[in-house]
């Protein structure tokens, strides 16, 4: 197969010849398994340990799967099945009437909050509620 110039390249078929020139030698296809699995392995582990936070826990853990979809075949077929069950989840909410929706997003709202009022809680010890609530008695 022939080196096309980069220029005409995209950065995704740069980023595949540059694997298959790497899996090519013995050393490398080891060494790229072992950085992918480490590189893949602290980023999920992060990600875990934002999920209790508020932030885009899951989607770091979703980045990991992601750079470990890169080596192994299993972390591509359960990235892609929670790709499928994303997008259907999205298509189910868009099909639903604006009541449902407001309900849907309204519950979600709920939970993220009450993650964020446990996480505060339990990290600095500070009881958000208890302390708006003096604020509104004492103003």
Do not use: C
Request: hydrophobic share 55%; aromatic share 10%.
């Amino acid at each position: 197969m022939p080196l096309e110039p980069l220029v005409t390249q995209t950065r995704r078929q740069r980023v595949r010849r540059t694997l298959e020139i790497i899996r090519a030698n013995p050393t490398g296809r080891i060494a790229l398994k072992v950085f992918v699995a480490l590189a893949g392995a602290i980023v999920v582990t992060l990600g875990l340990a934002l999920i209790p936070l508020p932030g885009p826990g899951w989607l770091i853990v979703i980045g990991g799967l992601g750079i470990w979809a890169v080596e192994f075949h299993w972390a591509r077929r359960l990235l892609n099945f929670t790709r499928r069950h994303v997008q259907s989840w999205a298509r189910w909410v868009r099909e639903q009437s604006l009541l449902a929706r407001f309900v849907i997003g309204s519950v979600g709202l709920v939970f993220v909050s009450a993650v964020v009022w446990l996480s505060v809680r339990a990290s600095f010890g500070i009881d958000l509620i208890a302390r708006f609530m003096h604020y509104i008695a004492t103003h």
